[in-house]
């Protein structure tokens, strides 16, 4: 039987790439893309019109697919694996979240030129460069606020959304009656019909509200009802499909029903799985509880856990929560390690729970004080009184004890200083001109000008050699300037800085004389200034990827994240995204065989023939 999650239409000129057989590695640009419109076709795919690529069943799997015109589709049930699992977004080092454990310097929002959303530090961790505000979104991949309709203008859409940073959809516009929005090209026009794919059958919807008839099939097949091609009639049922949820072709030209989904699970390619965590909170290494968004600071919710898994820091782990015998606690709160509390139980009257402990509070006599306050030993405070007569506390250099204070003598030879008993000496003043210098307690004759300092100071500030500031004459305003060419406090004629002087290739730059350098633009071909130099980004097409996190970025100080596959594909070392073999009673594929993208088959038992 021909593989039931192929589809029914596609162009007949171009298949896609998801049209490769299962098993084999494949080149998938368009569904790592898909990924980066997700939240968008959540937000309004089907407001956008039969231009904006009508959704097609199960799209991800082999065969050819529905599209329009001359364009590829872009998958649309793809939602990922469950949460328990890695998170898209950023590569963040180990799988714990914890970043790498090598040596590291790592990016600031200022060095990657972001100010908004989240973005990788390229150490392992993530940057939150702050929020928009005013009804400015965060533009991708720029990461810079930006009003809506510069946000649109800079993909060229004007129609339909387009994904902010944090892949929430802003709006650009809808077209005049009679048009319809195209989803990947974002521009108002005729709605173009689909056509029937080779070998397609029955009543298909052409994408622009009208039925194709793609006729029927020969004698002896059926016309599979989800995917409308003709296969050889093969009755099967759900559980043999191991399908837990959705529809499934029953093989013979019906549908199966295979229910639905627990709450808070997904149905993704007929397997109940936590719903995949929004873009951000992908970005942020989340897939669990909630988090502020990068973009809005509002919050986003990411999901819950699996069970026999605990939302850590926002993150599902795997966990044995610990007891209060484990962790030595005989009362009191204690956290069980998985994100709860124990309740480790009351001490006996009399005794305090402190540190988890139960302890007998001491008094202030055993404490050994007679004054002021100190600590019980068990997290309480103990008032011990006040001293009489010309007694004070700590007077005779015992902490919290009565005794009679021992007057300090001057230190030095000026200034009102304190004698530790609640008084202040007079030690003394300097001799007229001179001044007092605090902590030494001495008398010093500061600088009178900057000469005296500096025989060449001519402007600036120096120090007198008191610990105040002198302020020179200055330059005027013959033409001057203060180290003008690079000498301290001397007035000189300023020699502006060039751009090769300063090793800088691109943008703007101080001259060091007030003025600002304009080094100008990037001339390659496809070169961003960045951090002043001229770099060519690479991309996730140029180092040939379709899914992962490439190791060293796009070459200009960036992270670089290709996205997860789509479906039930799964990304390969070597950045490609793969589908793996299907259990086959049929083909004889079975339990402990290799499903060709590096993974072992676990198949249900075949039916007796």
Known sequence: MRDSKQTAAALTSRPTRAALGGGSPVRAAPLWRAWLVLPVLALGLLGLGCGSKPPTTNQLGGGQVFTSGGDAGVPDAALGEGNGGPVGGFDLGDPEGNGSQSSCLPFTCEDVHAECGAVSDGCGGVLLCGTCTGGSVCSEPSHQCQAPAQVCSA????????????????????????????????????????????????????????????????????????????????????????????????????????????????????????????????????????????????????????????????????????TCEEQGAACGSVSDGCGGTLSCGSCEPGSACYGNQCCSPQTCEQRGADCGQVSDGCGGTLECGVCQGAESCGGAGTANVCGICQPRTCTGNCGQQSDGCGHILDCGTCSDGDVCVGGSWTCCTPAGSCTDVNPNAQCGTLPDGCGGTLTCAGCGSGGLTCAGAGTANVCEVCQPRTCQGIGQQCGPASNGCGGILNCGPCTGPGQECVNGSCCAPRTCDTVNRSCGTVPGGDGCGRALDCGPCAGNYVCLATGDCCQPRSCSCQGGIGTGDDDGCGGVLDCPVCPPR
């Not at 006729?215 to 191991?242: K, N, Q, S």
């Open 155 to 322: 993909v060229g859409s004007v129609c339909g959304l387009v994904a902010d940073a944090c892949g929430v959809g802003t709006s650009c516009g809808s077209c005049s009656p009679g048009e319809v929005c195209n989803g990947r090209t974002g521009q108002c026009g005729a709605c173009e019909p689909l056509r029937c794919a080779d070998g397609s059958c029955g009543s298909v919807p052409d994408g622009c509200g009208g039925t194709l008839d793609c006729g029927a099939c020969p004698d002896g097949e059926a016309c599979d009802a989800l995917v409308h091609l003709c296969t050889a009639c093969v009755p099967t049922t759900c559980a043999a499909e191991r399908a837990e949820c959705g529809q499934r072709s029953n093989g013979c030209g019906g549908i199966l029903s295979c229910g639905t989904c627990p709450s808070g699970l997904a149905c993704v390619q007929n397997e109940c799985v936590p719903p995949l965590p929004p873009l951000e909170c992908r970005h942020q290494n989340a897939n669990c509880g909630g988090i502020p968004s990068s973009c809005t600071g509002q919050r986003v919710e990411c999901g819950t856990c699996l069970a026999g898994e605990s939302c850590i820091d926002n993150r599902c782990r795997a966990c044995v929560p610990k």
